[in-house]
Structure formats: C-alpha cells, structure tokens
C-alpha cells in the first residue's frame, strides 16, 4: 500500500489558513481589505482582549445579496478576477477568495449583510467551516463580520498568540496602514469598549498628522513626481523625523502596503548625506504605475509583489525623494564655524550631575577607580597613578580634559553621562526606586496609538528611574514628576526614544529592562555642546569612576581616552 494520502478537505483549509491568518492583526487586515473593495468609506474595528478574544469589522459599503454571503466563504470563491489575463491586471486589495475561508476554517465567524438596495439583510454563522442557512434581518446598509475564539479549532496555533497589548499593538500598525493609504476613509479602532482610533477623512498631510502627531505636519516634505508611466506622490520627514528604528516607513503602491527593501534602500539613498547609520527617515510614499507592470500575485499575504523593470522603479523613487530633500541639503552648510569663548563656558541652565543620594564615599570611591584606570594604561610606578581632579577642563562644550601624572585623560561628556544614568536606571528597575523631581506645570502629552500602548506597558518601569505619569484621557498620558537627571522641556522627547528603542530591541536584548535604561541614559545625558561649569565636571568624573564598568558606555562606545606623557614627547620629538 502506497504511503501518499491525499489531505481532507478539513486538513487543507487549516494549511492554507495557516499563509493568510497568522494572529488577529491578518483578520483585521482582510475584513478591511474586503471592506475598502466594497466601496465603504467608513470602517469601525471593535476588539476585545487585543483581538484574543474577539474582532469585528463593519462597513458601510455595497453589501453582498443572500448568495453571495454563502458563496464569500467558500475557498476560491471571488468577485474580483474572472480569467488568467485578470491576474495580471489586478486593481483590487483583495483577489484570491482565500481570506474568508481561511478564516472561517481556525475561527467563529458571524457575518451581516445588506446589499446595497435591497429590502432585508442577510446573517449566517460558521465555526470550523461549517455554514448555517441565511436567516433574514433588519440589518442596516454594508457588512458587520464578528469573528471570535481564533484558532479554537487548532490549539497548538492559539498557543503561539501574544498578549492582549501585543496583538492590539499589531491591530494598531495594520489599521494606521490602511488610514494612511487611504485617507479619504475614515477609521475606528475600539478595544475593549475604549476608544483607540478615530480618524475622520482628510487629505494625506492631516491624516498623517492625526495617525502620528500635530507637529509631524510642520516637518513633512511634498513628494510628487511623475515620470511616465510612474507617479509618486506622498511625504518625506525632514531631519526632525529622522528616528533609530524601523517603523515609520510606509510605501504604498497603487494604493497597496507593499515591504519591499529594494525600493526602501531608494528613500535611504537619497537621504544618505542627512542621516547617519542606523537611523532611518519618515515616509509615506505612493507609488502608481500600471496594474500590468506589476505582479501582486506572488505571497497569500500580498505585501510582497513583483516589478517588470525594478531597477528603473528604483532610480525614479530615489529621484523622487532627493528633489524633495533639495531645501534640507542646501540648508546644511559645508563647514563649521569656530566658536569663541572661555575653554569651560558657564552654563545657561543648571544640569543636574549630582546624585541626591552622592556622598564622600562615593567620591572616594571614584578616585579609587580613577586610579585602578591609570594603572591599567601602564603606569610604571603606583606614586605617580595619582589622579588630579582640581585640573579638569573642557574643550569644544564636548570632552573634558583631566591631568594625570602619567600624562592626560580625555572624558566624552556625553558617553561619560550615558552610563552613570544607565547604571542608576538598571540599579533602581531592580532595586529602589529613585527620587523625582515635581513638575510646576504637568506636562500632558499625546502620543500616536502605537506608542501609547506600549508607554502603558513601561509606566511601572518608568515610574522606578523617576517618571511620574498617568492616563489622562484618550492616547494622552499627565506627566507630574521627572527624574532628576532629566532637564524640563525634553519630556515628549525622552519617552518617544524610550519607546522606540523598547519596540525595536526588546526581543534582541538579553532584559528588556536595559532597553528601557539605555535609552533612557542616552536621551537624557548631557549632550556634546552642552556648557559645564567647574563643579558639574567634576561630579560627572565622580560619578563615572564610581560606576561598575567606567570605560565604556551601554552601547560599547569607549568613554575616556588616554594620552601619555611618553605620546606627547614623540609628537614634539623630544628625546
């Protein structure tokens, strides 16, 4: 007897279903695309448990008839291509009659309907492929589909979904996909009774406005470029936009969300002289070229797509771009300008060095450790290792300069800075809460969806390095207390970078909680061009000496550099 069985018809849908839903935010994104061909220009999403428990999308487009609610959830069953020519030539979101079924195979399914006309609406249930007979209703005018208990009939499958803030935090990105590429449909976004979403339609600089921030509109650049048969249209951020991780990136073609990193190295091209690695640039381009020049039928999922000539996409994207960036690279000048003053300036504004809870000991400590580094740079004799901490000065508001006796430290103010504050972050995440300093004035501040759902998941880490927030309505949290080491105003700035490196390291690093303290420590030290007095230079040498590891900061660059006596006697060939 043969060993090769053909599959159930059971098996095969499960299989399949397996390509197109991979967790809530796949059903969210095919009832929507569903919805968009309809013709709807008002989709609401209302989960519950971040789409664990429950999603449901409704519309307000054509509506299907009796039959065709029946026929949408068979497998292959589809409105939208009729012959082999068709596939070529596709200009709906949706064309492959899979999602439904698929759906409808590892799910509860409840679908309403009204076509578009007609007297009476239609509603049938399915659970594990199984439909029941259309009952009549009086449903209002588009589509509600409601689908529940997700993978109840694969147990291994639901076991691999996330948190309910994880999967909601996908349903967010994929909604504000869609609000993106089409701004003239509005979208809700409900989860758990709360409202997330709510965008109403708009042109494409407001729509990115409201999706992200009211101050990306004063920073957005115009892209619209046309060379036959393309045309791009869309925006790029300027310099203020620029960020350190993926995300913010959003291409569109022929009004689809497409990944595609060919045509984003075109975008990261032309902003090569702006921006330095690592950090990537804001963009929301559309590129609309004819259907037949495009193959879109190459993954279930549909965001990976296939170019007759893409190379040529390639260079007139990149075209596109950098004539749009042309202000922002004239604007940077070819040289910098030496400034004069004093080798220590006075400070505009205190910065806060000194720990509230430094003492002597601590100082002792730190020259402790300042003399084990001078021993470790090769100090012949132990008399001379002593460190002399009355002799500091800083040179360009950027390096402080300490004698030794073996020569010169050199100190990155910046990176010195950077781990006393991770230390003391990582130190108090895991131990005691740090001291905060009260705001006069609480600082409110609205965030994108995304990010205030992940904000929501730091507030207790936060809370222990000195933040002190809370909810205050709708994607907006009060800010009443920031740590000490925190200068006022950089409130909004600290935490979108703390957010943003959670997001793209907290799977990479060994603890989350370093995450969180590394970038927390870099937004918030002292900057290169930042004035010292006297006494901050000496309580930052203080407390960098009396860190666990001084030499170098979170992120592996070194934080002070030796230059010998010996060095300073070949470089002016002394014998």
């Known amino acids: 007897m043969g060993k090769i069985n053909i599959l159930p018809d059971d098996l095969k849908n499960k299989i399949a279903a397996g390509e197109v839903v991979e967790r809530p935010a796949s059903v969210v994104k095919e009832l929507i695309e569903n919805s968009i061909d309809s013709g709807a220009n008002a989709i609401e999403v209302i989960v519950r448990g971040g789409g664990n428990s429950s999603i449901q999308v409704i519309d307000n487009g054509g509506g299907l008839s009796k039959e065709d609610l029946v026929l949408a959830f068979s497998r292959h069953s589809t409105s939208k291509i009729g012959t082999v020519d068709d596939l070529f030539a596709i200009d709906t979101l949706g064309f492959r009659g899979e999602a439904l079924a698929s759906i409808a195979s590892v799910a509860r399914v409840k679908a309403q309907s009204l076509v578009n006309g007609g007297d009476s609406g239609y509603e049938i249930s399915l659970a594990d492929g199984k439909v029941t007979d259309p009952e009549p209703g009086p449903f209002s005018g588009g589509t509600a589909i409601s689908v529940s208990d997700l993978f109840f009939s694969i147990p291994a499958r639901r076991k691999f979904l996330k948190s309910a803030k994880t999967e909601l935090r996908h349903i967010v990105r994929m909604v504000r996909r869609f609000a993106l590429c089409r701004p003239d449909v509005s979208f809700t976004l409900i989860d758990d009774d709360r409202e997330v979403m709510k965008l109403t339609p708009a042109n494409l ?52 969300y497409i990944v595609n990193r060919l045509l984003n190295s075109a975008v990261y ?47 007139t994207l990149k075209i596109a771009v950098s004539t749009a960036l042309e202000d922002v690279i004239a604007s940077i000048p070819d040289f910098l300008v030496p400034s004069e003053g004093p080798i220590v300036g006075g400070s505009q504004e205190t910065l806060t060095l000194s720990s509230p809870s430094s003492s002597d000991t601590v100082s002792r400590q730190s020259v402790e450790r300042a003399k084990s580094y001078v021993k470790s740079l090769g100090a012949s004799h132990e008399e001379e290792t002593d460190v002399n901490l009355g002799n500091i000065w800083q040179i360009h508001t950027k390096y402080i300069i300490s004698e030794i006796k073996s020569g010169l430290v050199v100190i990155d103010q910046h990176v010195a800075h950077e781990r006393v504050l991770f230390e003391q972050a990582m130190d108090a995440m895991e131990g005691s809460t740090l001291p905060s300093q009260t705001l006069l004035f609480p600082e409110v501040v609205e965030l994108p969806a995304e990010d205030f759902s992940t904000l929501l998941e730091l507030i207790p880490y936060l809370y222990k390095i000195g933040f002190r927030m809370k909810e205050f309505g709708k ?24 957010i943003d490196t959670y997001r793209n390291q907290q799977e990479a690093q060994p603890s989350f909680m370093e995450a969180v303290a590394a970038s927390y420590a870099c937004k918030a030290a002292v900057k290169a061009g930042d004035p010292l007095t006297q006494e901050e230079m000496q309580s930052l040498i203080d407390r960098l000496f009396a860190t666990k590891h001084p030499y170098y900061c979170p992120h592996g660059r070194p934080i002070m550099a030796n230059l010998s006596l010996d060095e300073l006697d070949r470089r002016f060939e002394r014998s």
Not at 206 to 227: C, G, K, M, S, W
Not at 244 to 251: I, V
Not at 475 to 498: H, R
């Open 205 to 256: 600089k407001d729509r990115i406005a409201a999706v992200f921030d009211p101050t990306y509109r004063e920073n957005l650049l115009e892209v619209n470029h046309q060379a036959e048969p393309f045309v791009i249209t869309g925006y790029v951020g300027n310099l203020n936009l620029v960020r350190k991780r993926r995300g913010q990136q959003n291409l569109f073609l022929n009004e689809r």
């Open 269 to 315: 091209s032309a902003y090569q002289s702006l921006v330095s690695r690592g950090e990537f640039p804001f963009f929301v381009l559309n590129l609309h070229m004819p259907f037949d020049s495009v193959d879109v039928n190459v993954h279930p999922m549909k965001t990976e797509v296939r170019f007759r000539d893409e190379w040529r996409i390639y260079h």
């Open 475 to 498: 994607q907006t949290v009060m800010i009443e207390g920031v740590p000490f080491d925190l200068g006022w105003g950089s409130e909004k700035e600290v935490l979108t970078e703390i």
